[in-house]
């Protein structure tokens, strides 16, 4: 299938004023600054087909919002090229935006005095949804994430995974074709986590949207994840499949015992969340994918 | 265009949600004139007129300007708040243009407040005060135009400062000091007519003669249908040229935020 997302060597750097302890050194920071530059992104690659959901992980400060706000048109790169669905997101803005979705984890875009179903109608306009399609959309979502209940509260009453919630299928309504999730299941209960997961994967299936999402819960990036894309340091350092991880990096081996009786069946996998663990703190080194190395 | 009038209307639902809100806010404003009526009233003392201008006619500036300008304060922190804590990214994932909802929102308060505290506190000012009518039925019209042209002046005045906080830290400070200027020198503290005439012609050179006492002098009938049209010309200018420095450091800010990162 086609591809929807094509990222070509795109670097973000940024200017970050160093500071030295001490009084003379703030006095002198008044009138003469130094500079340190930080790369935040350093030279990724990658593209994305239509219709697959793609994890995108590292540590704190990997780069990931970074890229995700790059992708989404909010930054521009200093180098490098974005496409995303025929657009390159951060001049084509206005355009762009209408057919994706974000979803911030972190940062609500509900209405917090009015009822969820007054910033859905809100969507409704913004985004010039036809009033049959916000209506079977919203009560398609309603009813899979289990909404009915709190729909008509005012968000400032709801817990913290009914808005998250609401925040979902508030960038949803208008049946984006690609959708960015930032961490969104930061903060939720197991019972919410796994409303979410089976959401997304649900949405994924049926309309085949693309979803990039970037998590910290292994959970997720297990249960609904397809593809991995792993960063650290501002560079990527995997990019494959879930099963491609658990093969080449594991420093364990699945097991599988038959007892005697063919009843019981033990069956030991390498688990995902150990795997990436050891990637972060450099037990495992990873060749950098496709042999495409950056010497600097 | 059908997405903004929805920003404003569900401004205008928000406000709805505090009762204590509401009422404190005609509290607010019927005292604010209250006082304001009282200093003058004193300061009037048994004279019918002062250079022309009977106790009457400040009663009705003070009503019209002190009740507007309570109307259309709203909260000038909302963008540095948003770029502060870096959810300005999620206005601008949305395919509407972020100064126009700003506009459309705060004018939807601005309704609000016009309705539900300027009305009401005019009603119960017109219980112990008398207020002159307006000149005729066509100079209240035009007064309302002149009001709207009166409050974009002022929103863009605010809008300009508020583009700041793409580079300060915080604005609130500057906000303060704005809003002392437009509180004396648009004669909500005292009224445009008896300014001392040096300083009458410095604020002529200003925006701030243009948001309220050109609607109050218009509603007054003391222009002329010439005088009136180059008063609202002057208006109109005002809009162009606040419009465009705001345009421009809005384009620079969002430029810096895009370019540096939120």
């Known amino acids: 299938m086609k591809n929807i997302i094509e990222v070509d060597g795109v670097k973000k750097y940024y200017k970050i004023a160093k500071r030295e302890k001490g009084f003379f050194q703030t ?30 992980i590292g540590p704190n400060g990997a780069g990931k919002s970074t890229t995700i706000k790059m992708l989404s048109g909010i930054l521009y790169p200093d180098a490098g090229t974005v496409k995303v669905n025929g657009f ?113 994967k649900y949405m994924n299936k049926t309309e085949q949207t693309t979803i990039i999402f970037t998590t910290h819960d292994m959970q997720d ?49 390498p688990e995902i969340e150990s795997i990436i663990r050891d990637i972060y703190e450099g037990k495992v080194s990873l060749s950098t994918d496709e042999g495409k190395e950056n010497h600097s | 265009m059908r997405a903004y009038l929805e920003f404003a209307i569900k401004k205008f639902q928000n406000k709805m949600t505090y009762k204590l809100d509401f009422f404190m806010g005609i509290v607010n ?3 604010t004139i209250a006082v304001y009526l009282c200093i003058y009233k004193a300061l009037y003392g048994n ?31 909302f ?63 035009v007064m309302l135009v002149s009001v709207l042209l009166g409050y974009l002046i002022l929103w863009l005045i605010s809008l300009i400062i508020q583009t700041w906080s793409f580079w300060l830290f915080s604005v609130w400070g500057i906000i303060t000091i704005k809003n002392v200027f437009v509180r004396i ?11 001392p005439e040096a300083l009458k012609k410095v604020i002529a050179f200003t925006p701030f003669e243009s948001i309220y006492f050109t609607p109050v002098q218009i509603y007054l009938g003391e222009l002329s249908t010439m005088e009136i049209l180059h008063k609202m010309g002057v208006q109109l200018i005002w809009i162009g040229i606040l419009g465009c420095i705001a345009a421009f450091f809005w384009k620079k800010g969002v430029k810096k935020l895009v370019v540096q990162g939120g």
Request: proline content about 4%; glycine content about 6%.
């Open chain 1, 88 to 200: 390159i997101p951060w001049k084509q803005r206005k355009q762009y935006v209408k057919n994706i979705g974000v979803v911030f984890g972190q940062k609500s875009q509900l209405n917090w005095d009015l009822p969820l179903i007054e910033s859905f109608e809100l969507m409704r306009y913004i985004y010039r949804i036809p009033k049959k399609k916000y209506e079977e959309n919203l009560e398609k979502f309603t009813k899979l994430l289990d909404m009915e209940s709190f729909i008509n509260q005012p968000v400032r009453q709801l817990s913290l995974g009914q808005r998250m919630r609401g925040d979902i299928v508030a960038s949803l309504l208008h049946s984006p074709e690609i959708v960015f999730f930032d961490e969104p299941t930061i903060g939720l209960d197991v019972v919410a986590k796994e409303k979410i997961r089976e959401f997304i």
């Open chain 1, 27 to 56: 006095v002198k920071h008044l009138f003469h600054r130094e500079y340190e530059v930080r790369k935040a992104v350093d030279d990724i690659s990658f593209s994305i087909k239509k219709g697959e959901i793609v994890g995108f």
């Open chain 2, 185 to 195: 020198l648009s004669g909500t503290m005292l009224p445009m007519w008896f300014m």
């Open chain 2, 29 to 31: 404003t019927t005292i």
């Open chain 1, 221 to 269: 990036v297990e249960k609904v994840c397809e593809r991995l894309i792993i960063i650290d340091l501002g560079k990527k350092i995997f990019d494959g499949s879930i099963d491609e991880i658990k093969q080449k990096y594991a420093n364990s081996k699945s097991i599988e015992i038959q007892l005697e009786d063919g009843e019981k069946q033990i069956k030991m996998e």
């Open chain 2, 79 to 141: 963008l540095q708040d948003r770029v502060k804590d870096g959810s300005i990214a999620n206005e601008f994932l949305k395919p509407v243009n972020f100064i126009f909802r700003l506009l459309s929102e705060n004018m939807g308060e601005g309704c609000f407040k016009i309705l539900f505290h300027f009305l009401p506190a005019t009603v119960f000012t017109l219980l112990y005060a008398r207020l002159c009518p307006p000149k005729s039925w066509v100079h209240f019209l």
């Open chain 2, 47 to 77: 004279a019918t007129e002062i250079d022309g201008i009977t106790f009457q006619m400040v009663a009705t500036n003070f009503v019209i300007s002190l009740g507007l300008s309570s109307a259309f304060e709203y909260n000038e922190m």
